[in-house]
């Protein structure tokens, strides 16, 4: 039996792992590994390069093997599938499910790819030549093959029979068969514990179940929305004619949950390509730049627009030091905003109606910037010495924050009609934006009331 | 047979149920619901005020209602049981799982929670009783007490008659027996489908499987990292002795991941508590305050620093020009850095060494600085007349970036060595100080070279 607690990658545990790796010690790697659940060596191979984990991997089961290349990071797996031959390749694809050979051979360069389906059992090959048709973002892409169907006139007891029969080809786990009609058809489900329920002489058509299915265009988004709204486990995929022809399971769902979050993330903090920390120096110089870039024109645009001010600026300097406090709140107010408004999208929101939502976010607006404005005319009426200014940078700070509110609503807004990612409307974009809007606004307010 | 693409909530649709429901429409609203998803009736609901969605619940069978208040969100859901007397809630609890019966009496005044709880059945209520114990962002919080066990000397023929038996009390779709000792200590876990296919004479201790469990006091983080490391659809939760005392399903975890993202989203855009667009204006403003403050501390902060360099702004204005472009630089560059370091956290990455860490992020910066500064020093140059200032700029830039990205770097691996959540980093956090850096920085530069 084995416990979560029971393992754990202490360095201790990695020290004399890499001491019987050098030493090539066949006998202790087989045994250490033999109760350690796959994903674990996978997290353990980490720790090792290429070459070593190829040694450490042919030593063991050839499903242990396919479970542990399944779990790798599509980026470690590039790398480390180039140091296989194709019969190897192919060794274990032939134990893996359909959507995850697929996968596998979407990373893999198309000769190589070509050769290692060549080399499938028919089967799967056949399997996954059809799910290579998809787009990796769509149901068809996420989809695996391998299911149990049955007939709706069938009995329990024959049922049975038959998922005796087709569970000879589906090496995973299941727990419902779908009914089919004899086209193929997707007319419901069966609990597979209803199977164990029931009485052996019940028809299928007593036992079946309302299904919930989606099509195989339909994108990763919106599957994940449909799992998540349903509580679903998994989900059969059906193709334009209603034909059922694979089905997705949550935990590829769960997979797509969290690289969104990544990807929105990213858009938030500036970073346009999927990059992470121990990639090259050069893919994270080049993921950074863009948006740095963006920011440098907006900052040149500054000050050049300062620059049209520089005869009040030479007269009273002290207009300049406001610059940062109006550029930051207006920065934060607009990331806020839009950030919310991204949620609300997320969350697929009941649109309140533009009208409603606006004056809603106008009324935070004025509240925020009352109650910020009258913060900082009485700091500044203390500190600094020039009444006028702090006048007319308590007022500036207010209509920031009410533009800000609204650029920061609407952009989002905006963007989601467009058919972009809306999360890219709070990262360094509405910065950039209210940024120089707020320079405006500032030295608007300047030119008309100092 | 109901399919995903059946049911679409259009305007047309909603405007025929308000007006059935205006009317009061009996049998109309009963017809219209009958062949509807709880899930899309909630969702329905939403559009309505809480009278009138307690006029159409009451309409349906119990186990829809149970349904459909199981899927409200927490924050409507508060306000909706207000509405409902102690029997109707007792009356719709009875048909739920004790997980979201824990659930739902978190969220009733504890008057209402203690009248519920005396009203249920008593298995469920010694149920709920024990979950009410836990924190509900543990294990023991997450997990619900329905399952069904066996022992592993039986046979399949006896495992399937005590299935039957304990099936009778668990209302909720199961796919995996657990085998327990007879003090309930885990053993491991039978999948439902071995009991489908093997002989009805072979052993349970013949079909058991190694089982991957949690411990009740695992934090709701840590369960999800757990099921999504090893893809499980279900974890069996066990006390410090080794008992099985619950399970918690994928569905859970799916909605602990989604809460997460939003909590780092929040954390991002400078937003403190949990708050959505549609709550309260004031809810809102309270929500979005505490961090507007501290950006305006900095921006405070930022005016009398300035105000130390008056007379040098007094004789070259042109100095605050670029204060734009420097502090927009700087806040980027450290969002970029830390979001970056957030998303290695997350991933559990190796911890490559802090050393080889900076040094990477040191190339990296060193790069971005050098070709953001060569531009500005070229664009400077050509639109600004005052050469000595547009060098004094591009090297300030430079450093700025390097520091900027070492803050962004640093900040988040403390917060997270502190037991912060390190994306509070990614935030205003990290933005206001790098302002308040880049500005020392460039005025530093400025002194010495000016």
Redesign the interface.
């Known amino acids: 039996?084995?416990?979560?607690?029971d393992f754990e990658l202490t360095t201790e545990y990695i020290d004399r792992f890499r001491e019987a790796l050098d030493k090539r010690d066949h006998d202790f790697i087989v045994g250490i590994l033999e109760?350690v659940?796959p994903?674990d060596i996978t997290?353990l191979l980490?720790?090792f390069d290429s070459e070593e984990s190829k040694y450490v991997i042919n030593l063991l089961d050839v499903s242990v093997r396919s479970e542990i290349v399944r779990n790798l990071e599509p980026d470690t797996r590039k790398n480390f599938l180039k140091i296989f031959e194709v019969e190897a390749l192919v060794e274990f694809m032939n134990v893996l499910d359909s959507d995850d050979v697929a996968d596998i051979l979407n990373e893999l360069p198309i000769k190589t790819s070509e050769e290692v389906i060549a080399g499938l059992e028919p089967v799967l090959k056949s399997q996954v030549i059809d799910l290579l048709r998809y787009d990796e973002n769509v149901a068809g892409g996420l989809m695996a093959k391998e299911l149990i169907t049955a007939r709706d006139h069938w009995t329990v007891v024959q049922c049975?029979e038959e998922?005796?029969k087709q569970?000879e080809n589906v090496v995973t786990?299941?727990?419902t068969v779908y009914v089919v009609d004899e086209h193929d058809k997707?007319?419901?489900k069966v609990?597979?514990?209803e199977?164990?329920?029931k009485d052996s002489k019940t028809l299928v058509k007593d036992l079946i179940e309302?299904?919930?299915?989606?099509?195989t265009y339909l994108e990763d988004r919106e599957v994940a929305e449909?799992?998540?709204?349903?509580?679903?486990?998994s989900v059969p995929v059906?193709n334009v004619q209603?034909t059922l022809v694979g089905r997705i399971?949550?935990?590829d769902?769960?997979?797509v949950?969290?690289e969104q979050?990544?990807e929105?993330?990213?858009l938030?903090?500036?970073?346009t390509e999927d990059?992470?920390?121990?990639d090259t120096?050069?893919k994270?110089?080049r993921a950074?730049?863009p948006?740095?870039?963006i920011?440098?024109v907006?900052?040149?645009m500054?000050?050049?627009f300062?620059?049209l001010f520089?005869g009040q600026?030479?007269k009273v300097?002290?207009i300049?030091?406001?610059?940062?406090?109006?550029?930051?709140?207006g920065?934060?107010?607009g990331?806020?905003s839009?950030?919310?408004?991204?949620?609300?999208l997320a969350?697929g929101?009941?649109e309140?109606g533009l009208l409603k939502?606006l004056s809603?976010v106008f009324?935070?607006a004025i509240?925020?910037g009352l109650?910020?404005s009258a913060?900082?005319l009485g700091?500044?009426l203390l500190?600094?010495s020039n009444q006028q200014l702090s006048f007319v940078v308590s007022i500036s700070l207010f209509a920031v924050v009410i533009f800000a509110s609204f650029v920061g609503t609407a952009t989002p807004l905006i963007l989601n009609k467009l058919g972009f990612n809306p999360a890219l409307a709070?990262g360094?974009f509405i910065?950039?934006i209210n940024?120089l809007l707020g320079?405006a606004v500032y030295f608007l307010t300047v030119s008309l009331l100092l």
Chains 1, 2 share one sequence.
């Not at 449909?226 to 486990?233: G, N, P, S, T």
């Not at 938030?268 to 970073?271: A, P, T, V």
């Not at 839009?338 to 609300?344: C, E, H, M």
């Open positions: 039996m084995k416990q979560f607690a109760d659940n994903a997290t980490d720790e049975v998922i005796r569970a786990k299941f727990y997707l007319l419901g609990a597979l514990q199977l164990i329920l309302d299904v919930i299915s989606v099509e449909v799992m998540q709204k349903y509580d679903l486990e059906v209603g399971t949550i935990d769902i769960v997979d949950i969290t979050a990544e929105d993330r990213q938030m903090s500036g970073i990059v992470e920390e121990d120096v050069w994270n110089t950074r730049l948006w740095l870039l920011g440098i907006g900052g040149i500054s000050a050049r300062m620059g520089e600026l030479a300097t002290a300049s030091f406001f610059v940062p406090l109006i550029q930051a709140t920065g934060n107010v990331i806020q839009s950030s919310l408004v991204v949620q609300s969350h929101s009941d309140d939502r809603k009324s935070v509240l925020n109650f910020l913060i900082v700091v500044t500190v600094f709070s360094p910065t950039t940024d320079l």
